[in-house]
């Protein structure tokens, strides 16, 4: 079992930066891949980033590359999301959510676990 609180939301101009932070409980972090989410009002969860179990790999869409990054520190228990030059449209809630036995980024919903989500607002 695992437990995900993500933190790091809230409100930013347009332009600006946010750095999410997920922390997971439990002692087999570094078992776990992990991905960042994000869900907009009447829009589909979509996938933003993703990260192997021992951080080798990772993977970000066309759509946030270049602005997004994801990092992780195993002996923390925690996984990060860097969003930088930050647009309206990523205004959504962002999920953190974690997938065992794997070594893959996965980049599906096809997670075991789920954060509560922290509320990320981009005004213009």
Request: with cysteine.
């Amino acid at each position: 079992q695992v437990q995900l609180v993500e933190s790091g939301g809230g409100l930013v101009q347009a332009g600006g930066s946010l750095r999410l932070t997920c922390a997971a409980s439990g002692r087999t972090f570094g078992r776990y891949a992990m991905g960042w989410f994000r869900q907009a009002p009447g829009k589909e969860r979509e996938f933003v980033a993703g990260i192997s179990r021992g951080g080798g790999s990772t993977y970000i869409p066309d759509s946030v590359k270049g602005r997004f990054t994801i990092s992780r520190d195993n002996a923390k228990n925690t996984v990060y999301l860097q969003m930088n030059s930050l647009k309206p449209e990523d205004t959504a809630v962002y999920y953190c959510a974690a997938k065992g036995d794997t070594w893959l980024v996965i980049t599906t919903t096809n997670y075991d676990y789920w954060g509560q989500g922290t509320q990320v607002t981009v005004s213009s």
